[in-house]
Each structure stands twice: as structure tokens, then as C-alpha cells.
């Protein structure tokens, strides 16, 4: 019972030793068919390592016929690999040119997808073997036998040897945070309204802070693999979208939380957030519910736009407009009230309204989002092999396009990974060949184990790995000095030693799996060409062959790590979703001005600053990944990088408020327009001052105060929309006063920005 608790606290999942358990049976059948029933030392070794390749060092999620296709993938790519690489051994230059575009293009594909990513070590070591053990063409044949044979076991073993449930844990944790927000705004409605289900003060607390959670499980979710967890498949890309989605909304719903005293109850807006309530939940339960019917939440979706288009035709007529008439001879409103109040008024009174606004731009992206996947999901098997897409979503090769194109940046981390993996791979492939040491291979795996963000994670992985190997030589030593060369008992030993290498890396450290995987080795090799502990002393040799080449690598392509890569991918990420939002409002401005030059909507912007927040992702979790004592609380840096996703979604909502307008709405507003355009100009700056502070590591501006001056100057130049003939406002000018309020929301937020960038800049 301990050992089992024990274990659980280290591999919660059992995913590591499931993957063990399932190599400790296939690979020894695998050598054993090679070796003694084949007679053939080429075939073993690659029916060996092909099934430790294909069912260690991966494991696919998703559902069952997913599993199979990426297995089969695996199979088919490393088969090529094995031909490719083979051909290419018998020349060092050649070798380790060919090793290095393989390294760079598996590497590099991996952001294109989690299920790439995830076996890229697998695919790697197909190519590794081949190219590292020179052999002529002729051997050809035998590899590929051995390759296809591990293949075809280890593909049916994957689905029928301790299966991996089928379980999307970031699925599941956006159903549990959109029904949490749900909850809470209900809760917040029948307390405003003073509904006689109203929750108490506690009661409002415990489901106030049962949403905070959900959405912040959400997020650790999120970043609990080191790479983007979506794939290629539409749902799967169309899920990650909720993580950025349900963590703005959480911010929208706890800064709508706060009423202010004296304002009256605006009814159409708690229509709208109850609207809101009943889409977030029916989201959740498509998600949640197999081949369940959209019809509900379109339905939904449908009431939420009904009840925002009554707000604002409400918001139109309601407004205290009839006091904003021409000013007196010395400045003062007609009435003889204070202009200040006025506009105090004017803009408190339209408060309530685009907090509903916000909130249902922000829901409904949730919906449509969650509407897509289940969309994607009911597709028949002839729609999907022929790649036919729900409606509003790009194809699967458009999506893989967009995500390698971000990421050809020079200061991508996933690029900078690529690259050193596949100098480093190269040069050692090079080494290995030049010096002529015995089984290569090991030097480019030692290589490829160690290699990390920077030089100094790297010499210290170098470290553990060489420590960790002298401890699997020992062992080794200690185990044959009784044994010597009886096979019986090294058959015998071979799945526990594999079991216990397969497990160690996940739930002991990576030494105790480098001492592992050489007492594997030191077996295999002993049952092949029984030589005695001293094949263990050759692996020590090219391990630290093959961490000096790490090292080097390490030194010369990223000396600096992932903090400052960190740095540079927010500072990013800020100027151009700051510029998006800039050019959102410029868009939107001249929709409402009949007297300006149209602008086509800020589409380049937009993909721009998708592709620095997908960067800065990818930098984020390199980040979390590296290891040793963080500079800065992670706390501070996961807030700089939400604020990323938070400016981002408020252009976007910006550009949805003007697209609903049908054209330029008659009139001349080029005073207002002119405001609006130079108070985003005023937060483009200050975020570009931000970033260009977090690149350089230089001091961090004050957030700009509210300047009410400016809400007087919008208010005035919009007075004949605030006043028409009949005593009623416009939408556009309604619309225009919701612009300000985004752009005032991205003021806000630099309050929440400057604690956590003075942290990261030291200053």
C-alpha cells in the first residue's frame, strides 16, 4: 500500500508506468524473436529500440481510432527515417548534414502540433539509430524489418496493454470553469435585483472563490506540458481557444462585480448577464456531453443577442441627455449644473450597460467557441478525411501554416530550440563518426537527453546524466561479477531493468532513469556479445562525449535561457496586440464618421498579435520548464502574460462592436473621432513604453491616471449624437462612449501590470 501511494504521489496518472510496463513486455519479445529465433543482430536492435521508441517514449492521447492513426504515422515516418538514415551513414559529412535538417524539421514541427511534439523523441531516436551505426545499403532490409516488426506489436499493444483512458483534461477543466462563472453570475443578478433566492455574503464568497479556482485550474492546466497541448484535429484546436476566452472572462465578471453605491439598477443589463449565465452552462454541457444537441446553446446565444440589442436601444433612450445642451456664455450647462457632474452622470449611467456589453462579446466568443468543437466533432468520417471544416474555422493545413509562420520570428524560442537541437544533434552525429567510438549512437542520444535552454541547465543535466550512468555502470558491474555470462538470467532481468527505466526518469529524477537505461543497455549488449561490465565504461565514454557536444551547443546558440527569451516574447506580445488594439479603434472610428476614408479591418494586426501571443506561450512554458530558482515569482510573470491575453481580446472586442454597424453612419464626428484616436494612441504608447522597458531591463512607467478632462472633451463632441431632434441618443454614439470604456479598460489594466514588470526589470 505505501509503495503505491508512494508512487502515485510522484505519477499520479500511472502514465510512466504504464509506459513501462507496456515496454518491459514487448521489447524483450521483440530482441528474443531477433536474437534467438532470427539469429539476426541488425534486426533485434532495431525491433528493440523501435518498440522502446513507440511505446516508452510516447504515449498519444484521445480517443481510441487517434491513438491508432498517430500510431501508424509513427510507424510510417520512422520506416522512412530508417531507409533515409541508413543510406546517408556510410559518409560522416553526410551524416551529420542529414542528421541536422532531420533534427531541425522534427523539432520544429512540433509546433504545429501537442501530438507532433509529443513524439518527437521517438521519431528523432528512428533517425538517430540508422544514421549513428554505419552500415552499407544492403543492411537495409534487415533494420527495416526490425523496425516494421516492433511496429506492428507495438501498435496494438498501445491500444490493448493498459490502455490510457480517454480524457481530455483541458476539456474537462473548461467545462468546470464555465459552469463556475455561470454560477457566480447568477448569484450576482439575484443580489442586485434583491431576489428572494439572493445568496448570503458567505454564500456569495464561496462561489465567488469556486469560479476564481476553476479558471485558475483552468490555466494550470494549460500550462502543464511543456508544449501547446492542441493538435492538428479541429476540436482539439478549437478547445485551447477557452483557456485565453474563460480567463478574460473571469476578469470581465470580478470587475463587473462591483456596483457602485447610488447607481440604479440597470435592468436590461442583468437581462443580459443572466443571458450570459444560461449560454456559459449550455457551452459547458455541449462539451461536456457526447454528440449532444447545439440547438440549446444556439438558442442561448440567440436570447444573449436579443437581450444586448434591448440594452442598448434601452441605453439610447434612458440616458440623462436632455441637460447636455448648448453651454452658456461663460461655459456652464444651461441648468446651471457643474459640468463636471454632468459628464460624471452621463458616463456612470452608461457604466452598467458596458459592463453587459463586455461580458456578452466575451460569453459569446465562449459559445461559439464551444459550438465549433462540438460542430468538428459531429463530422462523418468521409467529411473529415477529406478535411471539410465546420463553418469559420480554417482548414487543418491553414492552421499548421499559421502556427509554423508564427513562429519564424528571430526571437521564437521554439525556433532558437530547433535550431540548437539540430546543431547539436549534427555535431554529434559528426563526432561520433570522426573519432570512431564504439556505438555511436550513444554519443547523440547522450546529446540529445541533455540539451536544454541554457548553458548552464545543460551542464547540469550533463552532470546528472554522467552521474546517473556511472551509478547504471556499477550496478551493471555488480550484477554481472555473479552472473558472468549465464543468459538465462540476463533474459531474465532485461523486462525489470527496462520496468524500472521506463519509470525512474517521471518518478525518481533523470539520473536514477540515465543509471536505468545504462543497465539496460549493459544487458542487451551482454545477451548480443557478452563482454562483461566494461560495455558500460564505453557508454560513460561517449555519454560525456556526447554532454561536451551539449554543452558547446548550449554555450554558442543560448547562453542566456529562457528568462531573457521570457523578456523579450512579452515585450512582443505587448507592442503588437497594443498595436492591434490601436488599429481597432481607428477601424471603428471611421465606421462612425461618414466624412472619413474607410480603413479595412485591422486583420494583419490581429494575426500578428496571435502570433506573438502563441511566441510568448511557447517562451512561457521554456520558462517554467528550466530549471533551478526563478528570478521573479511566477505569479508575477503568469499575470504579465494574461494581461497579454487580456489586451489582445479587448481589441477584438472592439472590432466586433464597429463590425455590427452597417457601414459608416451618416454625420461628421471627426472631433470625437479625433479623441477616441488619440486617447488609443496614449495607451499604444504606454504599452509600448512597457515593453520596450521589459526588452531593455530598464525602469517601468506609472500607469496613466484617468483624465477626466478627456471624458469631457469626448462627451462635448458628441453632443448632437447625445441630443437628437426627438431628446434621444444614438447607438453610434452609445457606441462610441464603449470604445472609450475598452480603451479605459486597458488603462486599468496597466495598474495590475507595473508590480509585476518592476519585478521582472529589477528596477
Not at 441648468?335 to 459592463?355: H, K, V
Not at 504579465?640 to 481589441?651: D, I, K, Q, T
Not at 472590432?655 to 499604444?684: C, F, K, S, T, Y
Amino acid at each position: 500500500m505505501i509503495p503505491l501511494v508512494w508512487l502515485r504521489a510522484r505519477d499520479p496518472d500511472l502514465a510512466a508506468l504504464r509506459r513501462a510496463a507496456r515496454a518491459a513486455i514487448v521489447m524483450p519479445t521483440m530482441f528474443a524473436i531477433g536474437t534467438e529465433v532470427l539469429d539476426n543482430a541488425d534486426l533485434a536492435t532495431f525491433a528493440a529500440f523501435g518498440s522502446f521508441a513507440m511505446l516508452l517514449l510516447v504515449d498519444f492521447g484521445g480517443p481510441i481510432a487517434d491513438r491508432v492513426l498517430s500510431s501508424i504515422a509513427l510507424a510510417g515516418v520512422g520506416a522512412v527515417f530508417v531507409v533515409v538514415g541508413t543510406l546517408a551513414s556510410r559518409n560522416a559529412w553526410l551524416a551529420a548534414a542529414s542528421m541536422a535538417v532531420v533534427g531541425f524539421a522534427v523539432i520544429f514541427a512540433g509546433v504545429v502540433s501537442s501530438v507532433l511534439a509529443g513524439a518527437t523523441t521517438s521519431l528523432l531516436l528512428a533517425f538517430i539509430l540508422p544514421v549513428s551505426l554505419t552500415a552499407p545499403a544492403s543492411a537495409i532490409p534487415d533494420r527495416l524489418a526490425g523496425w516494421l516488426l516492433a511496429s506492428a506489436v507495438a501498435v496494438p499493444a498501445a491500444v490493448l496493454l493498459w490502455p490510457a483512458p480517454v480524457r481530455d483534461p483541458l476539456r474537462g477543466a473548461a467545462v468546470a470553469g464555465s459552469h463556475a462563472l455561470a454560477a457566480r453570475l447568477r448569484a450576482d443578478v439575484a443580489r442586485r435585483l434583491g431576489a428572494p433566492d439572493a445568496p448570503t455574503d458567505e454564500q456569495h464568497r464561496i462561489t465567488v472563490t469556486a469560479a476564481d479556482h476553476a479558471v485558475k485550474e483552468l490555466r494550470r492546466t494549460f500550462l502543464a506540458t511543456p508544449y501547446r497541448p492542441t493538435g492538428l484535429s479541429t476540436a482539439t484546436r478549437t478547445v485551447v481557444r477557452l483557456v485565453d476566452q474563460l480567463t478574460w472572462l473571469e476578469a470581465i465578471v470580478a470587475q463587473a462585480d462591483h456596483h457602485a453605491p447610488g447607481v440604479p439598477v440597470d435592468r436590461a443589463a442583468c437581462t443580459v448577464r443572466s443571458a450570459a449565465a444560461v449560454v456559459l452552462d449550455r457551452s459547458a454541457d455541449l462539451l461536456e456531453r457526447d454528440h449532444a444537441s447545439p440547438e440549446p446553446l444556439r438558442s442561448s446565444l440567440d436570447e444573449l443577442d436579443a437581450s444586448l440589442s434591448l440594452m442598448e436601444h434601452r441605453a439610447t433612450h434612458d440616458l440623462p441627455v436632455r441637460r447636455f445642451q448648448t453651454p452658456g456664455a461663460h461655459g456652464a450647462p444651461a441648468d446651471g449644473e457643474p459640468a463636471d457632474a454632468q459628464i460624471g452622470e452621463f458616463l456612470t449611467s452608461l457604466d452598467p450597460s458596458f459592463r453587459a456589453q463586455e461580458l456578452a462579446f466575451a460569453v459569446s466568443l465562449v459559445g461559439r467557441t464551444a459550438d465549433l468543437t462540438a460542430a468538428a466533432e459531429r463530422r462523418s468520417w468521409p467529411e473529415r478525411l477529406l478535411g471539410r471544416q465546420p463553418r469559420g474555422l480554417p482548414s487543418t493545413l491553414s492552421a499548421a501554416q499559421e502556427r509554423a509562420a508564427a513562429h519564424v520570428d528571430r526571437h521564437s524560442v521554439w525556433l532558437h530550440n530547433s535550431l540548437r537541437g539540430a546543431a547539436g544533434l549534427g555535431i554529434a552525429v559528426l563526432v561520433a563518426n570522426l573519432t570512431g567510438v564504439q556505438h555511436s549512437f550513444w554519443v547523440v542520444l547522450g546529446t540529445l537527453s541533455v540539451l536544454r535552454s541554457n548553458a548552464l541547465s545543460t551542464g547540469q543535466n550533463a552532470l546528472r546524466g554522467l552521474a546517473g550512468t556511472l551509478v547504471g555502470v556499477a550496478l551493471g558491474a555488480l550484477l554481472l561479477m555473479p552472473i558472468g555470462t549465464d543468459s538465462t538470467v540476463l533474459w531474465v532481468l532485461l523486462p525489470i531493468a527496462i520496468l524500472v527505466a521506463g519509470a525512474a526518469p517521471s518518478v525518481i529524477s533523470f539520473a536514477a532513469g540515465q543509471a536505468g537505461f545504462t543497465l539496460v543497455l549493459v544487458i542487451l549488449f551482454n545477451i548480443i556479445a557478452p563482454s562483461g561490465w566494461q560495455v558500460g565504461i564505453v557508454r560513460v565514454e561517449d555519454v560525456a562525449l556526447g554532454c561536451a557536444v551539449s554543452l558547446l551547443v548550449g554555450l554558442l546558440f543560448w547562453p542566456r535561457g529562457a528568462s531573457a527569451a521570457l523578456n523579450l516574447a512579452l515585450s512582443e506580445a505587448y507592442t503588437e496586440s497594443s498595436d492591434y488594439l490601436s488599429r481597432a479603434v481607428e477601424f471603428g472610428m471611421v465606421r462612425c464618421d461618414a466624412t472619413a476614408t474607410a480603413l479595412p479591418p485591422p486583420t494583419a494586426e490581429a494575426a500578428r498579435s496571435a502570433a506573438a501571443s502563441h511566441r510568448l506561450d511557447d517562451a512561457f512554458r521554456a520558462f517554467l520548464a528550466e530549471h533551478g530558482a526563478k528570478p521573479v515569482p511566477l505569479a508575477e510573470v503568469s499575470g504579465l502574460v494574461s494581461g497579454v491575453a487580456g489586451l489582445r481580446l479587448s481589441a477584438d472586442a472592439v472590432l466586433d462592436l464597429w463590425e455590427r454597424e452597417d457601414g459608416q453612419a451618416p454625420g461628421d464626428r471627426a472631433g470625437a473621432r479625433a479623441e477616441l484616436v488619440a486617447n488609443a494612441a496614449a495607451v499604444h504608447t504606454w504599452y509600448d513604453d512597457l515593453a520596450a522597458s521589459i526588452a531593455a531591463q530598464n525602469p517601468v512607467r506609472d500607469p496613466d491616471p484617468h483624465d477626466k478632462v478627456a471624458d469631457g472633451r469626448l462627451v462635448d463632441a458628441i453632443r448632437a449624437d447625445l441630443r437628437t431632434d426627438d431628446g434621444r441618443s444614438t447607438a453610434t454614439a452609445v457606441r462610441m462612449i464603449w470604445t472609450g470604456d475598452h480603451l479605459d479598460a486597458a488603462r486599468r489594466l496597466q495598474e495590475s501590470l507595473v508590480g509585476p514588470a518592476r519585478a521582472l526589470t529589477g528596477t
